[in-house]
């Protein structure tokens, strides 16, 4: 089976860097997926990484480490619209779709 | 806006009854997972259908069952609603069922049962 693990939630000031973290287990990795989620609305895609290191997208960046089971978002520059649910999800290679952390609830302060 | 439909938008049911949910996927994707979540939770896996077959199924009851028809838009089916069902199910569409096909989701339908 799969287990995904994040925190419930987190609190940052606006302009500044906050990273969430996410550790997994999992029998086949295939693949580790961050998306965003504000609250009522459905998840977008933000990042994908399937082989180790840092993949850079503007103010996102998303880290993972196979052989640690962990990945973390890393968001700089903060902004208020960055408040939202961050959901970690991950693919192995035994199932057709993903399986979900519940998700870490970013709150920006300004 | 992803280009992934789903109707309705919210609904109201009483346990016992029956519910459908529909999903119109973004063009050119024919695939189409669907997923429970609950509140505070992140999206469970129900099931998903490739090129109308389904192709893999979560832990969810035989009463929670589905269709994709020849367009490759999608229908969920849940028999005999119970309380536990009330949730936002979300259809994702994709261009096949690697890991590097990335689902695009839908805005969910928010289903209540009484």
């Known amino acids: 089976g799969q287990n995904i693990d994040q925190p419930t939630e987190m609190t940052a000031t606006e302009g500044a860097i906050v990273q969430i973290n996410c550790t997994y287990q999992?029998?086949?990795?295939?693949?580790l997926f961050w998306y965003q989620q504000h609250a009522g609305e459905a998840p977008t895609f933000l990042s994908y990484?399937?082989?180790?290191g840092l993949e850079e997208k503007g103010r996102f960046s998303s880290f993972l480490s196979r052989s640690k089971g962990y990945s973390y978002l890393l968001l700089k520059e903060l902004q208020m619209k960055d408040s939202a649910s961050y959901l970690c999800?991950?693919?192995?290679?035994?199932?057709?779709?993903?399986?979900f952390g519940s998700g870490t609830r970013l709150q920006v302060q300004p | 806006e992803t280009g992934v439909t789903q109707s309705p938008t919210h609904l109201i049911k009483t346990r016992g009854q029956q519910v459908t949910l529909r999903c119109s996927s973004q063009?050119?994707?024919?695939?189409v997972s669907w997923y429970q979540q609950a509140l505070g939770q992140g999206p469970q896996f129900i099931f998903q259908?490739?090129?109308?077959?389904?192709?893999g199924r979560g832990n969810f009851p035989p009463r929670f069952s589905g269709l994709q028809f020849p367009n490759y838009s999608s229908e969920l089916n849940v028999n005999a609603l119970e309380l536990d069902d009330s949730a936002l199910y979300l259809c994702?569409?994709?261009?096949?069922?690697?890991?590097?096909?990335?689902?695009?989701f839908g805005p969910g339908t928010r289903l209540t049962v009484t």
């Open positions: 994702a569409s994709s261009s096949g069922t690697g890991s590097h096909y990335e689902q695009y």
């Open positions: 999992t029998s086949g990795f295939n693949g």
């Open positions: 990484n399937v082989l180790d």
């Open positions: 999800a991950v693919k192995d290679t035994g199932r057709r779709a993903l399986t």
């Open positions: 063009s050119g994707h024919n695939t």
């Open positions: 259908y490739y090129r109308e077959e389904e192709n």
